[in-house]
C-alpha cells in the first residue's frame, strides 16, 4: 500500500522559508496528480499547489502563488514545495495528496507537517 510521508515543517518567522518533502513509497504514474493542501486551526482544508507527475505542469492557489513553488524528483518520487516570505496566515498543517485531478482530493494521503509562522 502506498504511503506519502511529509517532512520539513517547522517555526519560522513571517517573512522566512520552509521546503517542505513529500515522498511516495509507491510508483507515481505520469497520470498521477501531486497536490498540496493546508488546514489552519478551526478552518477547512484548502488546495495550496499541484503538479501533474508526467508533464510537471503546475498549478497555485491565489494566496501562495508568487512566493510558493512546487516541483518534483522523479527518480526519488518526491514532490517538494518551497514556501518564501511567509506569512503568520500560512500557519497550517501540510498535507501531501496523491490523486488523479488537479485540487481533488480523493486519493492518498499523507499524514501532515507542522508549519508555523510568527509575526
Known amino acids: 500500500q502506498e504511503q506519502l510521508v511529509e517532512s520539513g515543517g517547522g517555526l519560522v518567522q513571517a517573512g522566512g522559508s520552509l521546503t517542505l518533502s513529500c515522498v511516495a513509497s509507491?510508483?507515481?504514474?505520469?497520470?498521477?496528480?501531486m497536490n498540496w493542501f493546508r488546514q489552519a486551526p478551526g478552518k477547512e482544508r484548502v488546495f495550496v499547489a499541484s503538479?501533474?507527475?508526467?508533464?510537471?505542469?503546475?498549478y497555485y492557489a491565489d494566496s501562495v502563488k508568487g512566493r510558493f513553488t512546487i516541483w518534483r524528483d522523479k527518480p526519488e518520487n518526491t514532490v517538494y514545495l518551497q514556501m518564501n516570505s511567509l506569512k503568520p496566515e500560512d500557519t497550517a498543517v501540510y498535507y501531501c495528496v496523491r490523486s488523479s485531478q488537479i485540487g481533488e482530493t480523493r486519493g492518498s494521503w499523507g499524514q501532515g507537517t507542522q508549519v508555523t509562522v510568527s509575526s
Open positions: 503538479i501533474r507527475w508526467g508533464a510537471g505542469t503546475t
Open positions: 509507491g510508483r507515481l504514474y505520469s497520470s498521477h496528480v
